[in-house]
């Protein structure tokens, strides 16, 4: 408890952060100055997580925050963090058909490794060829899933320019699922640093055809060998680069979703809002039966109640009824997805209305038969905009606009792929050049 609290003031806001320590001068003095050292350091966690709960909403009317340097970056990576070393591979590998590339099946020739260990923090940035990760058979990440990881992409403009979309809100979600397993956070000025350097060092694995893109997978995983369950003392973060096309093979044609009312993907005050593997593994049951009945995915109910709608596959939902976008509110069990939060600025700068509330299944179904639910779709970054054309409640199936993609759906993936490709103007900073 004390080291995951212990790791949460490192990555303090540095504008804060002299505050924290003038209340611990201020309360020298033996044990005393270490029971309240420990309540200050359980007081600040609360106030940060209040502020960026707050932080989080003002940014969905006021546009994206400029990026931030945590402490962290200065406090435990030390100087050594400015050289990132490069070892190239003598053996490249033979590139894919450009145009059958499918999703995640093929990886480029370099990846990106750091370590840590308690007693140092992060170090030892490099860049090396692809290739086997040796892990002892005790990895605490083997046995207790002390693991996370992200996803983004990287799009090649019709300028020449490689752009990304919106990496540091990938990597400040990954310092919060972090948060959540106790894992050191990152610097995320040098992570976005290190996946620059690995890009330019793959440069020439960058697609260009049509509806490609460069699939980024940032991960950290636990390493030190032991069993029991406790925090790792050693991680390993890595960056793997992988080209593809679009992930449903269906790409922006609807597709078929059943809702699911037996597994559940995760309970509030559990990790469903943190990027971690377990969550997605608890999955796989309830969509292989899903696509053994001939759909593409499951539309998830809450833990709880079973009652309220959470998320489309792998996806934050929204769906238009009576004219209006809603989308569930973040309760703590669903993931604060990067491309949801773009719907939603998108939205509001164009005065579209929309919601995040709570959506009950019995209001959606309503809806549906009174013909209220014009559109629905999924948004994440693998398949950006994922139109729904029909729901399927047990033996009931409803068709949503005639199985077609909705004007909404339609404008949003084209506003955002405007934007990730450099083909649209960026009004609202999103883009940034490698």
């Known amino acids: 408890m004390l080291e995951c609290i212990n790791n949460q003031h490192l990555s303090l806001n540095s504008d804060l952060y002299p505050s924290f320590y003038i209340f611990q001068f201020l309360l020298k003095g033996g044990i005393i100055h270490f029971i309240f050292g420990q309540i200050s350091a359980i007081l600040y966690c609360i106030v940060k997580q209040y ?3 707050l932080s989080s909403t003002l940014s969905m ?5 400029l990026p931030i340097k945590l ?22 590998k033979v590139k894919p058909d450009y145009s059958n590339l499918g999703f995640g099946k093929y990886f480029t020739d370099h990846m990106f490794l750091m370590d840590y260990a308690s007693d140092k923090g992060w170090y030892d940035p ?5 290739g086997p990760i040796s892990l002892d058979p005790s990895a605490m990440v083997l046995h207790y899933a002390q693991e996370t990881f992200e996803g983004m992409k990287a799009y090649y403009s019709p300028e020449g320019k490689v752009l990304l979309f919106r990496p540091w809100d990938n990597f400040d979600r990954l310092n919060s699922s972090h948060n959540r397993l106790c894992i050191p956070p990152i610097d995320p000025d040098f992570a976005l640093e290190a996946l620059k350097t690995l890009l330019r060092v793959d440069i020439d694995w960058m697609p260009k055809e049509d509806g490609t893109s460069m699939y980024i997978r940032p991960f950290v995983i636990a390493t030190e060998p032991h069993l029991g369950v406790r925090t790792s003392n050693n991680y390993i973060f890595c960056i793997i680069l992988s080209p593809v096309a679009a992930y449903y093979p269906e790409g922006m044609a609807p597709v078929k979703i059943y809702v699911e009312d ?16 377990g969550n997605y593994a608890g999955t796989i049951r309830a969509q292989n039966k899903a696509q053994e009945m001939g759909f ?9 109640h079973r009652k309220y709608i959470e998320e489309v596959g792998t ?22 997805g990067i491309t949801r939060r773009s719907c939603l600025e998108i939205l509001r700068a164009r005065n579209i209305p929309c919601e995040e509330r709570m959506i009950s299944v ?14 629905a779709f999924g948004s994440g970054t693998a398949a950006v905009i994922s139109p729904i054309g029909s729901l399927t409640f047990g033996d009931k199936t409803y068709e949503i606009n005639g199985g077609q993609t909705g004007p909404i759906s339609q404008e949003l993936y084209d506003e955002i792929t405007g934007i990730q490709w450099g083909k649209r103007d960026d009004s609202f900073g999103w883009s940034v050049e490698v």
């Open 71 to 92: 402490a962290t970056a200065k406090t435990r990576f030390g100087a050594s963090m400015d050289k990132i070393r490069i070892t190239k591979t003598t053996t490249p």
């Open 61 to 65: 009317y006021l546009g994206p925050p």
């Open 296 to 304: 593409t995915q499951v539309l998830w109910l809450d833990g709880v």
């Open 262 to 277: 037996e597994d559940v993907r995760a309970v509030r005050g559990g990790t469903g809002e943190a990027k971690v593997g």
């Open 51 to 53: 502020i960026y709960a």
């Open 362 to 375: 019995d209001e959606l179904r309503t809806a549906l038969e009174s013909g209220k639910v014009s559109e």
């Open 315 to 336: 996806m934050n939902v929204f769906f238009v009824i009576d004219g209006v976008v809603v989308t569930p509110s973040l309760s703590g069990s669903i993931l604060p």
């Open 126 to 130: 490099r860049i090396v060829p692809y």
